[in-house]
């Protein structure tokens, strides 16, 4: 499984866009890009998943260089509420992700 | 999008009981689900794999006579932690796969965790 590595914290306001970078030096042909947010005491939910260019839903955009070394999620206009934990996670779609192996995540603070 | 539910949400036990965790799929029939187990501010740790019908997948470390896990029907998996010790005290969340689901169906969804605090 593709290692990932991320800042272990960013700080933000509201209302500026946030973009969380993650590294995958080592992702394989075959894996899949996906990002979950974690808030205190609760389990993790899915934003946004990709394989390459760019990504977006009614969350967040997701993007990817060519070599797919790494990839950034990016959140416009933060608010209060988006205050939480970001995990990076790749993994191989024809395997169904069977196994997700999260790294530490980013811990992102928005400030009024 | 697919609820997976936990039940208790939180649990206080004393030291050398057992407690059951239930994770059940509402809405999705999952053939696998997963179990993790989170510390405060630690990331979350795969404790072990749930296959309907056979027996659990363990992690490396993973004691699989005190974390018993049971995937009895298509919808509900039990984590059952014998002789509860302090140590065992954290917060347990179980993921289930829609092999029906969008994105290719293999997303996880993530129930909303139990607390477990063994004293």
């Known amino acids: 499984l593709a290692k990932t590595t991320q800042p272990i914290s960013m700080d933000s306001y509201e209302g500026q866009e946030v973009n969380i970078t993650c590294s995958h030096n080592?992702?394989?042909?075959?894996?899949?890009i996906t990002w979950y947010q974690q808030f205190p005491s609760q389990g993790p939910r899915f934003i946004i998943q990709?394989?390459?260019t760019k990504v977006t839903n009614e969350v967040a955009s997701l993007f990817i260089p060519a070599d797919r070394k790494s990839s950034t999620l990016s959140l416009p206009r933060v608010s209060l509420s988006d205050t939480a934990v970001y995990y990076c996670?790749?993994?191989?779609?024809?395997?169904?992700?069977?196994?997700?192996?999260f790294g530490t995540g980013t811990r992102l603070l928005v400030s009024p | 999008g697919a609820v997976v539910s936990q039940h208790p949400s939180w649990v206080i036990c004393k030291s050398g009981t057992s407690v059951k965790i239930e994770c059940r799929s509402l809405?999705?029939?999952?053939?696998?689900m997963f179990w993790y187990r989170q510390f405060p501010k630690q990331s979350l740790m795969l404790m072990a794999t749930?296959?309907?019908?056979?027996?659990?997948?363990?992690e490396q470390g993973v004691e699989k006579d005190k974390f018993l896990i049971n995937h009895a029907s298509l919808t509900l998996s039990t984590l059952t932690v014998t002789s509860a010790h302090p140590e065992d005290s954290s917060f347990y969340i179980c993921?289930?796969?829609?092999?029906?689901?969008?994105?290719?169906?293999?997303?996880?969804?993530f129930g909303p965790g139990t607390r477990l605090t063994v004293t």
């Open positions: 993921s289930a796969r829609d092999p029906n689901a969008g994105r290719g169906g293999y997303e996880q969804y």
């Open positions: 080592n992702i394989a042909t075959n894996d899949y």
């Open positions: 990709g394989y390459k």
């Open positions: 809405d999705f029939q999952a053939t696998t």
């Open positions: 749930s296959n309907e019908g056979s027996k659990a997948t363990y």
């Open positions: 996670l790749v993994g191989d779609m024809n395997t169904g992700f069977q196994k997700l192996v």
